[in-house]
């Protein structure tokens, strides 16, 4: 791998977790621009440290597993409970995501972690609209 793919991937996972941050942050859910932009950037990393690593014969799945698990912990820490409400659930699956986004862009998927952090994004700004209107039915 070259210097300019490797900044190349590290790059792009900075900015989609910014991109997926600052959606968050804007409508002042947990888990802002800071966590997206260090969540994605370190799944990119490790992913990038993995090819390096083991350039010709490794495994690079291993260690977008362990990213998995890993986030899933770090997700669990932004759910919380007041009384009959839970509340973070949003943060934490959009924590996941920056983290399988950023893992995609280390693997060298650039169109498709764009794609992926649009997406995200996107759900992220039309879902919680419909969701306050279902609830408000009740």
């Known amino acids: 791998m070259t210097s300019t793919d490797f900044l190349t991937r590290l790059?792009?996972?900075v900015a989609v977790g910014l991109c997926i941050g600052f959606e968050r942050q804007w409508?002042?859910?947990?888990?802002?621009?800071?966590t997206n932009m260090l969540v994605s950037t370190g799944s990119a990393i490790f992913v990038l440290l993995s090819i390096l690593?083991?350039?010709?014969?490794?495994?690079?799945?291993?260690?977008?597993?362990?990213?998995?698990?890993?986030?899933?912990?770090?997700?669990?820490?932004?759910?919380?409970?007041?009384?009959?409400?839970i509340h973070g659930l949003g943060s934490?699956?959009?924590?996941?995501?920056?983290?399988?986004?950023?893992?995609?862009?280390?693997?060298?998927?650039?169109?498709?972690?764009?794609?992926?952090?649009?997406l995200v994004v996107g759900?992220?700004?039309?879902?919680?609209p419909l969701d306050k209107w279902l609830r408000g039915r009740k």
Request: aromatic letters at 8%; glycine letters at 12%.
């Open 27 to 34: 409508r002042n859910k947990t888990a802002g621009i800071k």
């Open 92 to 118: 934490a699956a959009t924590i996941w995501c920056s983290a399988a986004i950023g893992s995609m862009a280390g693997a060298g998927f650039l169109k498709e972690a764009i794609f992926s952090a649009v």
């Open 53 to 85: 690593i083991t350039e010709e014969d490794g495994d690079v799945t291993r260690i977008i597993a362990m990213i998995v698990s890993g986030v899933g912990f770090l997700g669990a820490g932004v759910i919380f409970r007041e009384g009959a409400n």
């Open 123 to 128: 759900i992220n700004i039309i879902i919680e």
């Open 11 to 13: 790059f792009l996972a």
